[in-house]
């Protein structure tokens, strides 16, 4: 059973930077192509970022383009979120997301997603 499991959240203060960090077990990350949502209360779940298996198709949310990347490290089995100039509104919990799919698949929605991570907190203070 694939199992995500997320750090790096915590309390940063507007205009700083957090890197994110998702370990896989119980499978492949090469296997997997993988995004980062989030999501506040009140709010639905918004895609951030999302990345193919082989790395080539990378793509972002409007609100975080030129702030956030997404990488992967597929020895490490991990992916990570590196997040700079955070705003207010980047608070949120932030859930990274694994499905097997084409090489160049970097799903957008949430739907095609089978596997998720319990989430980490990011609050930005202003």
């Known amino acids: 059973q694939v199992q995500l499991v997320e750090s790096g959240g915590g309390l940063v203060q507007a205009g700083g930077s957090l890197r994110l960090s998702c370990v896989v077990s119980?499978?492949?990350?090469?296997?997997?192509?993988m995004g980062w949502f989030r999501q506040s209360p009140g709010k639905e779940r918004e895609f951030v970022a999302a990345?193919?298996?082989?790395?080539?198709?990378?793509r972002y949310g409007d609100s975080v383009k030129g702030r956030f990347t997404i990488s992967r490290d597929n020895a490490k089995n991990a992916v990570y979120l590196q997040m700079n100039s955070l705003k207010s509104e980047d608070t949120a919990v932030y859930y990274c997301?694994?499905?097997?799919?084409?090489?160049?698949?970097?799903?957008?929605?949430?739907?095609?997603?089978?596997?998720w991570g319990q989430g980490t907190q990011v609050t930005v203070s202003s």
């Open positions: 990345n193919s298996r082989n790395g080539a198709n990378t």
């Open positions: 997301a694994a499905v097997r799919g084409g090489a160049l698949l970097a799903a957008t929605t949430a739907g095609p997603y089978d596997y």
């Open positions: 119980g499978g492949t990350l090469s296997n997997y192509a």
